[in-house]
């Protein structure tokens, strides 16, 4: 009698030490991405890390995993600053008409002042001073800079090339400092300087034309 208990006790002890942990298939999905691959039901192990699930980056999103979050890097972005992109087929430009926008709103500024007090001066006084011209001169050199970042912004963009060349044109046509006090210097200055306005003129058109295709 007492073996047959001893023996049902041993049976149902090996029974019951299976029935904590039926009979399963591994379940490995819950294990945090970078640790070691743990079954969620058994807690066995396996010699393998897990790995993030990437999403691969788009031109506006970086490189997530699915997972846990986790980011890796940058988006890609577009293929072009300005047109169509050739990876998501979006219409990219608006972002570059608004920095050009800004340059030249900066590029005007400087330019209209200088103008206007030439102009202003020319009308009360006549002939403006050579300290005058010497003044605007390296003001007009500030919007150098401007037309500088216009053409690193068009790059080797087909669609920039004009609003390029205009950039280019204008900023090689500010009039530079008279190199002496003389009423010849000082009249070929005015001369540059209606060059100058004319070409900053033909750079705002160019920059209003594309601005209209966008
Ligand atoms: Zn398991
Ligand atoms: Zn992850
Ligand atoms: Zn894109």
């Known amino acids: 009698m007492k073996k047959t208990i001893y023996a049902a006790l041993v049976i149902s002890a090996i029974f019951l030490s299976f029935a904590c942990v039926p009979k399963h298939e591994h379940d490995f999905s819950q294990t945090e991405c970078g640790q070691v691959l743990t079954c969620s039901i058994c807690g066995q192990t396996k010699d393998e890390i897990k790995e993030h699930t990437w999403i691969e980056a788009t031109c506006t999103t ?4 699915a997972e846990c979050g986790q980011i890796g890097g940058d988006p890609l972005g577009h293929t072009t600053n300005f047109g169509v992109c050739e990876r998501c087929g979006a219409k990219v430009g608006k972002e570059l008409l608004e920095q050009f926008d800004d340059e030249a709103f900066a590029i005007n500024t400087i330019t209209m002042t200088v103008s206007n007090t030439i102009l ?7 002939v403006p001073t050579y300290s005058m011209l010497i003044t605007a001169s390296d003001s007009l050199e500030d919007t150098i800079e401007h037309y500088n970042k216009v053409i690193d912004l068009c790059g080797d963009n087909e669609k920039l090339s004009k609003v390029k060349e205009a950039a280019l044109e204008a900023r090689n046509s500010i009039p530079s400092r008279p190199y002496e006090d003389s009423s010849i210097c000082k009249k070929a200055w005015l001369e540059d300087m209606v060059d100058y306005t004319t070409d900053c003129a033909m750079f705002y058109l160019e920059i209003a034309e594309i601005a209209g295709e966008q």
Not at 62 to 65: E, R, V
Not at 120 to 126: H, L, T
């Open 62 to 65: 970086p490189k997530i995993c």
């Open 120 to 126: 202003d001066y020319s009308d009360r006084e006549g």
